[in-house]
């Protein structure tokens, strides 16, 4: 099946400073990547959808100056938590989808962020 | 409105036995996909199996089936023979449109608890 990684795992960081959470297709290119924020024991909110090449799609109330998206290549995008508060800890997931398997969306791991 | 609805927060079932798992959906597209994830406490998550609006049959993955009743709008998860190792969140999500951006939206999930 198809491999999405995600780095860091986890980190740690203070308020105020910037977090860059990578996300990639490992064999397989996405022209689509979408970020999910899940804060725990509930669901997956979608934040964004990364197109390759392009602007990301913001779901409402996403603030975009707050969660940068940058996809910059067909197996890689990256979410940047800008001045980030310890509002903004939660489990941040990316997911691609293969160009070649439309019906087919594949998760990374997850990142957990916990800002002090 | 509540595209994804998954009525039952916590589920339990004795080891062996089948579960189902309640789904209903909401859209106006006469073309949409209907996934199941699971996600234990690792944060993981894994693709269970899917349903196209337009498929006739009900899938079937191993011991999980999806049962599809389109004119009442619910897509069930059955899960037969359960194992220890099926205790997890699972999700209900859904695609609207063959191709349009593919983002999922995601129900509030199902803590399943399989006994011994």
């Known amino acids: 099946g198809a491999v999405v990684s995600q780095h860091p795992s986890r980190v740690i960081c203070k308020s105020g400073t910037s977090v860059k959470i990578e996300c990639r297709s490992l064999d397989f290119q996405a022209t689509t990547m979408f970020w999910y924020r899940q804060f725990p024991k509930k669901s997956l909110m979608l934040m964004a959808t990364?197109?390759?090449?392009?602007?990301?799609?913001?779901e409402q109330g996403v603030e975009k100056d707050k969660f940068l998206i940058n996809h910059a290549s067909l197996t890689l995008s990256t979410l940047t938590v800008t001045s980030a508060h310890p509002e903004d800890s939660s489990f941040y997931i990316c997911?691609?989808?293969?160009?070649?398997?439309?019906?087919?969306?594949?998760f990374g791991p997850g990142t957990r962020l916990t800002v002090l | 409105a509540q595209k994804i609805t998954q009525t039952q927060p916590g589920m339990f079932v004795q080891e062996k036995e089948a579960v189902t798992l309640d789904c209903t959906y909401d859209?106006?597209?006469?073309?949409?996909?209907l996934f199941w994830y699971k996600q234990p406490s690792s944060g993981e998550m894994i693709f269970l199996i899917y349903?196209?609006?337009?498929?006739?049959q009900n899938a079937t993955e191993g011991r999980y089936s999806l049962n599809f009743q389109k004119a009442r709008k619910s897509a069930n998860l059955v899960i037969s023979a359960s194992q220890l190792g099926d205790s997890a969140m699972y999700f209900c999500a859904m695609r609207e449109g063959y191709n349009q951006g593919g983002k999922l939206i995601f129900g509030q999930g199902t803590e399943l608890s399989v006994k011994p």
């Open positions: 997911s691609a989808r293969d160009m070649a398997r439309l019906n087919e969306q594949f």
């Open positions: 349903q196209g609006s337009y498929d006739e």
């Open positions: 859209t106006s597209d006469q073309s949409y996909g």
């Open positions: 990364s197109n390759e090449g392009s602007k990301a799609t913001y």
